[in-house]
T-cell receptor
Framework: NAGVMQNPRHLVRRRGQEARLRCSPM?????VYWYRQLPEEGLKFMVY????????ESGMPKERFSAEFPKEGPSILRIQQVVRGDSAAYFC???????????????FGPGTRLTVL | KQEVTQIPAALSVPEGENLVLNCSFT??????LQWFRQDPGKGLTSLLL?????REQTSGRLNASLDKSSGRSTLYIAASQPGDSATYLC?????????????FGQGTTLQVKP
């Protein structure tokens, strides 16, 4: 069973451009989480999605950031008009979690390292 | 607001030593607690997950304990090896059942010297 896949692994953008980060969850997982790790900081939750639904976006910046998890294809984290402060490692995690299930370990991908010039 | 703190921030030990990493959280209403390992430039690897009803979990040379009432967890690493060098992260899942988001500590960076 392939693990969580993220691409690209490294992404360089100039200020004002758009960044698209992709995450393919583990096979059979329908729950996806995005986290951001800023330099010298811990991981911070951004958004939790199920197929075609955003469940919790309490950690998403109010502007420029959006996420989706379509019925087919990977989850996408989109950052419009990037600024230098967006430079960070973005991690995706997936889980087979079902409501009421006790086993809900999150499996993390290798991350996408975004550098904004 | 749940806050997770890890002490120490960095630790350097000689090979073979037993060591303890500490994690504390401010709100005891957690669903579970998870320990991860992160290697430089890499993703996170789950080491141990402890449900709120459990006191400890063991995997090989690793043992994690949970004292929910006092808001503490420890990760015990026995007979440390240079390959254990990494950053160890503690994360709690909040007690609410409709979201699985994790709240992370800042991590403890461990260096095991040969």
């Amino acid at each position: 069973n392939a693990g969580v896949m993220q691409n690209p692994r490294h992404l360089v953008r100039r200020r004002g451009q758009e960044a698209r980060l992709r995450c393919s969850p583990m096979k059979g997982h329908s729950h996806v989480y995005w986290y951001r790790q800023l330099p010298e900081e811990g991981l911070k939750f951004m958004v939790y999605l199920q197929k075609e639904n955003i469940i919790d976006e309490s950690g998403m910046p109010k502007e420029r950031f959006s996420a989706e998890f379509p019925k087919e294809g990977p989850s996408i984290l989109r950052i419009q008009q990037v600024v230098r402060g967006d430079s960070a490692a973005y991690f995706c995690a997936s889980s087979p979690f079902l409501a009421g299930e006790s086993t809900d370990t999150q499996y993390f991908g290798p991350g996408t390292r975004l550098t904004v010039l | 607001k749940q806050e997770v703190t890890q002490i120490p921030a960095a630790l350097s030990v000689p090979e073979g030593e037993n060591l303890v990493l500490n994690c504390s959280f401010t709100d005891s209403a957690i669903y579970n607690l998870q320990w991860f390992r992160q290697d430089p430039g890499k993703g996170l690897t789950s080491l141990l997950l402890i449900q709120s009803s459990q006191r400890e979990q063991t995997s090989g040379r690793l043992n994690a304990s949970l004292d929910k009432s006092s808001g503490r967890s420890t990760l015990y690493i026995a007979a440390s090896q240079p390959g254990d060098s990494a950053t160890y992260l503690c994360a709690v899942r909040l007690g609410s059942s409709n979201t699985g988001k994790l709240i992370f500590g800042q991590g403890t960076t461990l260096q095991v010297k040969p």
